[in-house]
């Protein structure tokens, strides 16, 4: 049985990734944690009575009963079992102890409006998540319904990737909707071409991916972002996916301030996979 945890601030955008879950899980054997954390602020906490503690847990608690409620009215899952978490401390680290504790295999979370890859890695509790807690994220932008991941673009850097189960959450979203993997390493304009060290490394991926059907594409852009996305774009792409991990490629994507403006938006799903 799979387990995959649902941390929400029930927003809308919270609403819309329960159910983009509840989709792509639908008729498989699952069981889903719906999480809320609590958390004030240590300037704050001096002025908090026991009782104004206990008033946000015990409404926190209420919602998420509500939550589930409507899950099992609203969307009627199947084969699908739930529970209910709701503690105190920053969203990171409340998340970790659960993955910890329960053996989560997945992560499905909203992306509170963030409209750019960097954005949703750096920009949001999202990100806090992503870059402190090492298990599989899919990040669902507020607008996105869920459809059957026909293409998922792979941002690869053609670097080697040591453990072969990195990939696992990949393999069974592809295998599971029969996607084509589209894998991609953005180069700079005017370069043509992978190294050799390059290549034999995509071979090496090629064997990690397994029976997953999948191509090798190049795309020059210098700003590695707005190349994944665009590739993207230009290829229908219903979800990009990619491993995040401490190294030069990686930087240099996320290198640039957060707060500058993107040519495109990431409007489709986001699959992070941990080293």
């Known amino acids: 049985m799979k387990t995959i945890l649902l941390p929400t601030d029930f927003s809308d955008n919270a609403w ?3 159910k983009y879950a509840l989709s792509m899980f639908d008729n498989q054997t699952c069981h889903f944690i719906l999480m809320h954390s609590y958390y ?12 104004f503690y206990e008033s946000i847990l015990s409404e ?6 509500q939550l589930k409620k409507r899950i099992q009215t609203e969307l009627n ?4 079992t739930f529970e209910t978490v709701c503690e105190y401390g920053a969203v990171e680290l409340v998340v970790q102890k659960i ?9 499905v979370m909203g992306t509170q409006g963030a409209s750019g890859i960097t954005e949703i890695l750096f920009g949001s509790n999202t990100a806090k998540v992503i870059n402190n807690v090492k ?22 850097d053609y670097k080697e990737v040591e453990d072969d189960k990195v990939f696992q959450p990949l393999q069974e979203i592809a295998g599971r909707f ?42 020059n852009n210098n700003d590695p ?3 994944i996305n665009a590739f993207a774009h230009e290829n229908k792409a219903d979800m990009i996916a990619m491993v995040k991990r401490d190294h030069p490629f990686f930087e240099r994507l996320f290198s640039r301030s957060i707060t500058k403006k993107m040519a495109y938006h990431t409007d489709v799903p986001l699959l992070v996979m941990h080293e």
């Open 178 to 219: 029969d996607s084509n993997v589209m894998v991609v390493n953005v180069l700079k304009e005017g370069e043509v071409t992978v190294g050799v060290e390059e290549a034999l490394q995509g071979w090496i991926l090629s064997d990690q991916l397994g029976n997953v059907s999948h191509t090798f594409h190049t795309h």
């Open 16 to 18: 819309n990734a329960t």
């Open 99 to 107: 993955v910890e504790e329960k053996g989560v295999d997945l992560i």
């Open 60 to 65: 926190s608690e209420t919602s998420l009963k």
């Open 77 to 80: 899952p199947d084969n699908a």
């Open 135 to 156: 298990c599989a994220v899919i990040t669902v932008p507020g607008e996105v319904v869920f459809q059957p991941p026909a293409t998922i673009v792979l941002a690869a």
């Open 40 to 51: 004030i602020a240590a300037s704050a906490t001096d002025y908090a009575s026991a009782g």
């Open 225 to 227: 972002e707005e190349g």
